[in-house]
C-alpha cells in the first residue's frame, strides 16, 4: 500500500453519552456506503455495532465496536464508543487511538453528563472534532438554539455546516451552508436531492454562509487580511484552511442530521472525506525508546509513516469463544504483517503474530499486513494486554499509556453454588483483563472477595457477563466493614490457670497492665519482671497469648488494636508450668483486663476528594453531612466547579458512587482514601455487637 492510500484514510471515533444515536449512526455509515444492505436499528437488535447478547438483550451499548467502510475513494476505520458514564474509560481509549472524533450530540436533550466528561478530556487531550447534532426531525427542535448552548457551557467553537430544513414542523432536508445548497430527502433514500435554497430561507443562509466564512479566515492571518481587504477568496484556499483549522482545533464543525431518518448522513460523510486528517496528516506520536541493558530510555515523536518504524497501541482486549484471547489495536506507523514478530512493551518480550483480522462488528476477517489508519486485532497471544504498545524487535518503543478513572464502587462477590470460587477467580481475572476500570480484591480483613467498578450499572453487567461467558451465578453485596477494637483507659488483671487431670498438670499466673496507645503504634509488648517471678523462656508465650488474643475483642470479636501491655508480675511451678498454660494464663487476663478498659469499636474513616460543579455545592455539603462526614476544605477549580475535601466513616462510602451521581446527574467525581480509624459512635456500636452476638450464637 503507498502513502497516497494513507492520504485517502480517515480514523474516527464515534463518543458522546447513551441515547444520542451514534449506533444508528453508525449503522447509517455502513448502509450509505454499501457494506450493509439493510440498516439495522437498535429498537431492532440488529445493528452491526451492538452485537453481544448483553448488547442485543439491554438494547444499548457496553462495549466499544470497530467497523469499517469504504465511501468515494476513502477507506474509513471507526469505533463506535458505549455512552453510558460507567463506561467512559473505553471513550478515553478511543479518542486515545482515533485521528478524529465525532461528537454525537440528542439537538433535544443537549449535553449529559458523560458527554461533558468526554469534552473536559478532548480539551486536556486535544483531537480534531465534528460536532454531530443529531435527531433533528424531532417535534419542537431549535437547532441554533442548542449550538450556543453547548458554546456557551463549554467554550467550544461550534460552527454550523449543515443546518435543519423544515416544511410544516417536518424535516424536510438539510442545508450546507458552506456550499449555500439545499438537499431534500425522502423516507428510504440516504442522497440528498439539491434543491435550491427555499426563498424563506435565503436571506439567513446569506447570513450563516458569511459567518461561517469569517470564522474560517480567522485563524489564518494571510486569509483574513484577504478577506478585509475584500480581495477574491480562492474556494480551494479556504477550503484548506478550513482543513487546517480543523486539524489544529481551532474550529469544530457542527452538522445537522437525523440517523433515525438517515438524513443529512451523506453530506456529513463527504466532509469526513475533506476535512478530517489523515493518518498521516496528524501530529507526531509521542513515544518512549526503551533502552537495552542499563542504556537509559529515549523520548521520540515518531511521524506516521508507512515506511517508518513500526508503532500501534493496543486499545481493547476481549476474549473470543472460537479464537481465543483477541488484542484490538491501532497502527500509527509501519507495517504489520501477519507471521512476523513483533516487541510489546508491558513483557519487553517478542512474540509472533500469527495471524491479523479486520474487524466488522462481530466479523472477522482474514489480512496479511496492516499500516498506517488500520484498526486490525491480533489472536492467540495470551501475554498482549490493554495499553500494550507494539513494535520492531529491533526498534523497542512504548506510547504513555491512559490514565483510566479509578473505580469507586465496590461489591463483595459470593458464588451461589458452593465450590465455585475458584471460578469466580479466574473468570473474574479474565474480565479485568479486558476492562482496566474494573479491579478486584481478596481483602483478608474482612475475608471476602471484592469487585470494584465504575457503578451498579457496570457490576450489573459484570455480573452477567459472569453468567454469559463462564456459567457462573454469583451473588453481589455490600462488603463488610473491617471494623476494630481498642481501649480508652488504662486497667490491670490477673489469670491463675490452673488446671490438675492426673498425672503432670497445667499452671500459668501472670498480672499485666493494658494502656491505650496513639493510633497507629497498634502493639506494644513489655515485661518488667522483676525476681524471676516468671522464668525467661516462658516470656515469648505470654506475648503469644495476648497476641491471639487481641484477634478477636470483647465487644463483637473484632481484632483490637493500640494497645499497650505490661506483663509485671506473675508466679510458675516447676513442674506443671508450661509455654501452653501461659499463653491461655495471658489469653484470659487480656480479655478480662480488655473489658475493664473502658473497651471500644473503631471504625475505618476515609478522606474523599469531590469535584463538581458548583451548583451541586449544597447538596454534596448537606449528603456529607448526613453521612458523618467532616468537611476539611473547599477549593475553587476550572470551569465552574468545587473540590470538596472531606472525611467519611467507610461504612457510609459503599454506595457514594450511586448518590453523587445521583445528585449531580452523573457530573460529580471523586476519589477515596483510607485516612485513620476513629471511634464508632455508641448509638451504632450496639446495634453491631448485637447482631454480632445473635450470629456467634447461630453458629
Request: overall charge negative; aromatic content about 8%.
Amino acid at each position: 500500500m503507498s502513502s497516497e492510500n494513507c492520504n485517502n484514510k480517515k480514523v474516527f471515533g464515534l463518543v458522546s453519552g447513551n441515547g444520542s444515536g451514534k449506533t444508528s449512526l453508525a449503522e447509517c455509515f455502513l448502509f450509505n456506503s454499501g457494506m450493509i444492505n439493510r440498516l439495522g436499528k437498535v429498537e431492532t437488535k440488529n445493528t452491526v455495532s451492538d452485537y453481544s447478547p448483553l448488547e442485543i438483550k439491554r438494547g444499548f451499548s457496553i462495549s466499544s465496536s470497530i467497523m469499517h467502510y469504504k465511501y468515494k475513494n476513502f477507506e474509513i476505520n471507526f469505533i463506535d464508543a458505549p455512552g453510558y458514564i460507567d463506561f467512559i474509560a473505553q471513550a478515553f481509549a478511543t479518542i486515545k487511538v482515533v485521528d478524529s472524533v465525532l461528537l454525537v450530540i440528542d439537538v433535544k436533550s443537549g449535553l449529559q453528563a458523560a458527554t461533558e466528561r468526554i469534552i473536559e478530556y478532548l480539551k486536556q487531550n486535544p483531537k480534531p472534532t465534528f460536532c454531530i447534532l443529531n435527531k433533528v426531525d424531532q417535534e419542537n427542535v431549535d437547532f441554533f438554539s442548542t449550538v450556543n448552548e453547548i458554546k456557551s457551557s463549554t467554550g467550544l467553537n461550534l460552527v454550523p455546516i449543515t443546518i435543519p430544513y423544515n416544511e410544516q414542523e417536518k424535516l424536510i432536508g438539510v442545508i450546507d451552508i458552506m456550499q449555500n445548497e439545499q438537499f431534500n430527502y425522502k423516507e428510504g433514500s440516504f442522497q440528498g436531492q439539491k434543491v435550491p435554497v427555499s426563498d424563506s430561507k435565503k436571506s439567513d443562509v446569506e447570513n450563516y454562509h458569511n459567518n461561517l466564512i469569517e470564522s474560517i479566515v480567522e485563524t489564518n492571518d494571510d486569509l483574513l487580511n484577504k478577506y478585509l481587504e475584500g480581495a477574491k477568496i480562492e474556494s480551494s484556499s479556504l477550503k484548506e484552511v478550513f482543513k487546517e483549522a480543523v486539524i489544529d482545533c481551532k474550529v469544530i464543525p457542527t452538522f445537522a442530521v437525523s440517523s433515525g431518518k438517515n438524513f443529512g448522513v451523506d453530506i456529513l460523510m463527504d466532509y469526513i472525506n475533506s476535512l478530517l486528517p489523515s493518518p498521516l496528516e496528524i501530529k507526531p506520536i509521542k513515544a518512549i525508546q526503551i533502552g537495552k541493558d542499563n542504556d537509559k530510555n529515549i523520548q521520540l515523536e515518531i511521524t506516521p509513516n508507512q515506511d517508518g518504524p513500526v508503532l500501534a497501541y493496543v486499545f481493547k482486549t476481549t476474549a473470543d469463544p472460537y479464537i481465543g484471547k483477541l488484542a484490538i489495536f491501532r497502527v500509527f506507523s509501519g507495517s504489520i504483517k501477519a507471521g512476523s514478530s513483533y516487541f510489546l512493551s508491558n513483557t519487553k518480550a517478542v512474540y509472533k503474530f500469527t495471524n491479523l483480522f479486520k474487524l466488522q462488528g462481530k466479523e472477522q476477517q482474514d489480512i496479511s499486513v496492516a499500516t498506517c489508519g488500520d484498526i486490525v486485532a491480533v489472536s492467540k497471544i495470551t501475554e498482549i494486554t490493554n495499553d500494550d504498545t507494539i513494535s520492531s524487535p529491533d526498534n523497542p518503543l512504548e506510547i504513555p499509556k491512559i490514565e483510566y478513572p479509578q473505580p469507586t464502587y465496590p461489591r463483595a462477590i459470593m458464588p451461589i453454588s458452593k465450590g465455585d470460587e475458584e471460578k469466580i477467580s479466574m473468570g473474574l481475572s479474565r474480565l479485568v483483563e479486558e476492562d482496566p476500570t474494573l479491579k478486584m480484591e481478596l481483602n483478608l480483613e474482612v475475608h471476602q472477595n471484592i469487585v470494584w467498578g465504575m457503578g451498579d450499572l457496570h457490576l450489573a453487567i459484570v455480573k452477567e457477563n459472569l453468567k454469559e461467558k463462564f456459567d457462573i451465578d454469583v451473588i453481589m453485596s455490600e462488603p463488610e466493614v473491617a471494623y476494630k477494637e481498642t481501649i480508652k483507659k488504662e486497667a490491670k488483671a490477673e489469670y491463675k490457670y490452673k488446671k490438675q487431670s492426673g498425672g503432670r498438670g497445667q499452671y500459668g499466673h501472670v498480672f499485666i497492665e493494658l494502656k491505650p496507645l496513639t493510633t497507629g503504634e497498634n502493639f506494644k509488648f513489655e515485661d518488667s519482671i522483676f525476681g524471676g517471678a516468671i522464668p525467661k523462656n516462658y516470656i515469648p508465650s505470654v506475648e503469644k497469648g495476648i497476641r491471639e488474643a487481641m484477634n478477636s475483642g470483647v465487644l463483637a470479636g473484632y481484632p483490637v488494636v493500640n494497645v499497650y501491655v505490661n506483663l509485671y508480675d506473675g508466679s510458675f511451678h516447676t513442674v506443671d508450668s508450661s509455654d501452653m498454660a501461659f499463653k491461655i494464663a495471658a489469653s484470659m487476663a487480656f480479655k478480662k483486663g480488655m473489658s475493664e478498659a473502658n473497651p471500644v469499636i473503631l471504625e475505618p474513616i476515609m478522606e474523599i476528594e469531590v469535584t463538581v460543579p458548583e451548583k451541586y455545592m449544597g447538596d454534596i455539603i448537606g449528603d456529607i453531612n448526613s453521612k458523618r462526614g467532616k468537611i476539611i476544605s473547599m477549593t475553587p477549580s476550572d470551569n465552574k466547579t468545587q473540590i470538596i475535601k472531606a472525611t467519611i466513616p467507610q461504612s457510609e462510602l459503599f454506595n457514594y458512587t450511586v448518590d453523587l451521581k445521583s445528585i449531580t446527574q452523573g457530573r460529580g467525581m471523586f476519589k477515596q482514601r483510607f485516612s485513620h480509624y476513629d471511634e464508632l459512635p455508641a448509638h451504632l456500636a450496639q446495634p453491631l455487637i448485637e447482631k454480632r452476638k445473635e450470629e456467634k450464637e447461630k453458629e
